[in-house]
C-alpha cells in the first residue's frame, strides 16, 4: 500500500521570506512519481512541481522547488520569495501507474 | 492552454434525488479519475478510467454511485440514491500514461454538492 503523510495541517510565512512544506511517503514500487498541486480558496487543484522518483536531480519550478530525499522517502517542497498569492492548500501526491495518493494537505497563510 | 471541464459547478438537491456529474476531459488524456473532497476526509479518489476501462472503482459506494466513461470525451458519475452525508466537492481529473510514464493529472474545477 502506498502512504503519503503531510505532518504539518497549517504553516504561516512571511511575505518575500522562505517556507518549506514537508512531506513523507511509503510505496513499495521501484518506478514513482511526486507531486505538489496547489488549491487556493477558489478550490482549483494546480500542479506546482513534478518529481520522477528515478531523477536524483531535485525539480525546480522559478520560486518552487523540492528536496527529493529517496532513502529517507521525503519530499518537501521550498517556496522562495513568498507572495501573498501562494497562500494555499498544498497537497503532497504521489503514485506510479496513473493513479495517485493525496496527502491531507498544509494549509500556508503569507502574511504582509 | 487544454482544460478539464466539468458540469455543473454547483448543485443543490434534496435527499434521495438522482445527481449526475460530467467531465470532459483533456483531448489526448487516456486516465480520468473521479475524487472526492470534504474537510474530514481530505481527497478521496472514488474511481479511475484508463483507455475508458474501469481500472479501479474501491473508493466508491457501490449500492448508490456509478461511474462510466461512454466514449473518450465524456466521464459521468452518478449518485443514486443521494444523501446528506454525499455533500462534497467532486473533481474529474485526466492524465497521459503510457509504458509506465506517468503525466501529472490534471484537474476540473470541480462540482460542488450540496444534498438536504
Known amino acids: 500500500a502506498q502512504t503519503v503523510t503531510q505532518s504539518q495541517p497549517e504553516m504561516s510565512v512571511q511575505e518575500a521570506e522562505t517556507v518549506t512544506l514537508s512531506c513523507t511517503y511509503d510505496?513499495?514500487?521501484?518506478?514513482?512519481?511526486l507531486f505538489w498541486y496547489k488549491q487556493p480558496p477558489s478550490r482549483q487543484m494546480i500542479l506546482v512541481i513534478r518529481q520522477e522518483a528515478y531523477k536524483q536531480q531535485n525539480a525546480t519550478e522559478n520560486r518552487f522547488s523540492v528536496n527529493f530525499q529517496k532513502a529517507a522517502k521525503s519530499f518537501s517542497l521550498k517556496i522562495s520569495d513568498s507572495q501573498l498569492g501562494d497562500a494555499a492548500m498544498y497537497f503532497c501526491a504521489g503514485g506510479s501507474q496513473g493513479n495517485l495518493i493525496f496527502g491531507k494537505g498544509t494549509k500556508l497563510s503569507v502574511k504582509p | 492552454d487544454a482544460r478539464v471541464t466539468q458540469t455543473p459547478r454547483h448543485k443543490v438537491t434534496e435527499m434521495g434525488q438522482e445527481v449526475t456529474m460530467r467531465c470532459q476531459p483533456i483531448l489526448g488524456h487516456n486516465t480520468v479519475f473521479w475524487y472526492r473532497q470534504t474537510m474530514m476526509q481530505g481527497l478521496e479518489l472514488l474511481a479511475y478510467f484508463r483507455n475508458r476501462a474501469p481500472l479501479d472503482d474501491s473508493g466508491m459506494p457501490k449500492d448508490r454511485f456509478s461511474a462510466e466513461m461512454p466514449d473518450a470525451t465524456l466521464a459521468t458519475l452518478k449518485i443514486q440514491p443521494s444523501e446528506p452525508r454525499d455533500s462534497a466537492v467532486y473533481f474529474c481529473?485526466?492524465?497521459?500514461?503510457?509504458?509506465?510514464?506517468?503525466?501529472?493529472?490534471?484537474f476540473g474545477d470541480g462540482t460542488r454538492l450540496s444534498i438536504l
Open positions: 510505496t513499495s514500487e521501484s518506478d514513482y512519481y
Open positions: 481529473a485526466s492524465g497521459r500514461t503510457s509504458g509506465g510514464s506517468n503525466q501529472p493529472q490534471h
